[in-house]
């Protein structure tokens, strides 16, 4: 395709607003208990123990699958602001998220 390879670690806030935009679907939201909750069809999920972001607990994350086991697991994950899903999709969130600040 003749397109140069480059980081885009310059870019990656804009990287991650872009898969929040196209994955706002699968976004699931930490409660104040420590579980998560995905905010389509408020199914308990936890975040893979394989994953990096395991023990970091992030506020709000959108996942490319689920893999059910004894529990639910969110798999390839991405730490996103709220903010960014009720860009992607105002109306479909509007009564998805609660009211809260990443």
């Known amino acids: 395709m003749n397109m140069k ?44 123990p394989s994953s990096v972001l395991f023990q970091a607990k992030p506020a709000c994350v959108v996942f490319n699958e689920l893999l059910h086991t004894s529990r639910c697991y969110m798999r390839d994950l991405c730490l996103v602001d709220a903010d960014w899903l009720q860009e992607a999709a105002p109306e479909y969130f509007r009564r998805k998220l609660r009211a809260m600040k990443s």
């Open 5 to 48: 390879l480059e980081s885009s670690l310059s870019e990656l806030a804009n990287v991650r607003r872009c898969l929040a935009h196209g994955l706002f679907m699968n976004a699931a939201e930490l409660q104040p208990d420590g579980s998560y909750v995905a905010l389509d069809t408020h199914q308990p999920v936890a975040i893979h």
